[in-house]
């Protein structure tokens, strides 16, 4: 079988040319329906990791032209899968090497299925799986009005707006400039769980009463009042007034500051819940100590808190807690979402460049 070999320019050229092209694309989409087009990127990269590790050893050509080749063509995958352009790698192989070339690598690709049996299984289950399009459960920090930094979030999770359960540990208001940007756009969500923030509840009194507390204006209710401007709408307010104090989801509890300890949940003032850094600073001193992993607080198989900023602006965990504070409502913070199942993180670029 013969193989087209360009030059390592020509190589660079085609990917950059091409590589602008899809990403034009893409960019133009809106960003609600960006989310299926990531659900190809694990195939995408796994599937031509192999196809060029085999390749590499079958054909002749410098390690220095594989290299380049292996990492641009599954960059390019990245970014192909990112778009959903629908023809998989094939079509990707035509728009950088030609068809005569992808047609080659369509017959390698049979050869590998039979080379690879395990992995080739391993990916219909998992189209399976995705096709049966299962939803999934994420837990987001403060998000503190900073509407860009929820957007990157929820797409860089692949969050699915109709399928997916999203819970906010609340303190959706303030500080940031977007507060009404933000309500707005967890509305769109199906599956919402609101649990309530001490931002919330001062933002809340606001738009009930019209009268802005003094000590509210001073921890950025200001921003949520100039985000509004003369009008807030009935939904907003709704959604703020259903706020949970906590939620609890298969032994897993969710609430937006910390608990008292030797208590149980139904007898605790609500605003331990809004304001309470018992627990933050318990799981701190922790981690701080090395023994992270060490110890329990409660009886609950997880605990997820905001309110109190994780170090590092990292999400963090010591027993069976997570701080999911991670200073969206400060310049040098992001804004983090997490998978609770596989606990994988998602964080928005620093707020101080999303809001220059």
């Known amino acids: 079988m013969s193989m087209i070999d360009p030059s390592l320019a020509a190589c660079y050229t085609n990917i950059i040319q091409a590589g602008t092209e899809l990403l034009t694309w893409y960019n133009a989409q809106p960003v609600i329906s960006r989310e299926a087009s990531a659900l190809e990127l694990w195939h995408m990269k796994r599937m031509n990791e192999i196809l060029l590790n085999y390749l590499q050893h079958r054909k002749e050509g410098s390690e220095e032209y594989w290299s380049v080749v292996r990492a641009n063509y599954i960059l390019k995958c990245d970014v192909f899968a990112r778009i959903h352009y629908g023809q998989s790698w ?107 923030g001490n931002h919330d509840f001062m933002a809340l009194n606001w738009m009930e009463t019209g009268t802005p507390d003094e000590v509210w204006l001073k921890k950025g209710g200001e921003a949520t009042i100039n985000s509004y401007g003369f009008e807030v709408p009935q939904h907003h307010i709704s959604l703020l007034r259903n706020a949970l104090p906590y939620y609890i989801q298969k032994n897993k509890l969710f609430v937006h500051a910390g608990i008292e300890l030797n208590k149980k949940l139904h007898l605790q003032d609500t605003k331990v819940f809004l304001s309470d850094r018992t627990l933050a600073t318990q799981v701190t001193k922790l981690f701080y100590n090395g023994n992270a992993s060490q110890s329990t607080f409660t009886t609950f198989d997880e605990v997820y808190i905001g309110h109190t900023i994780s170090p590092f602006f990292k999400p963090l965990q010591a027993g069976e807690v997570w701080m999911m504070d991670t200073g969206a409502g400060m310049k040098e913070g992001v804004l983090s979402m997490m998978n609770i199942v596989t606990k994988e993180i998602f964080s928005s670029d620093l707020i101080g460049d999303l809001y220059p």
Request: charged share 30%.
């Open 90 to 196: 094939h079509a990707l192989a035509s728009i950088i090497y030609g068809h005569e070339y992808a047609e080659s690598l369509r017959d390698e690709y049979h050869i590998l299925s039979k080379e690879y049996p395990e992995v080739f299984r391993k990916y219909y289950t998992w189209q399976f799986n995705r096709k049966a399009n299962k939803s999934k459960t994420f837990v987001i920090g403060d998000i503190h009005g900073t509407y860009r930094a929820l957007l990157q979030c929820l797409e860089r999770a692949g969050f699915n707006y109709e399928k997916d359960h999203l819970i906010s540990l609340g303190d959706i208001c303030d500080r940031g400039p977007d507060t009404k940007d933000c309500i707005d756009e967890l509305l769109k969500i199906k599956n919402l769980t609101l649990v309530l």
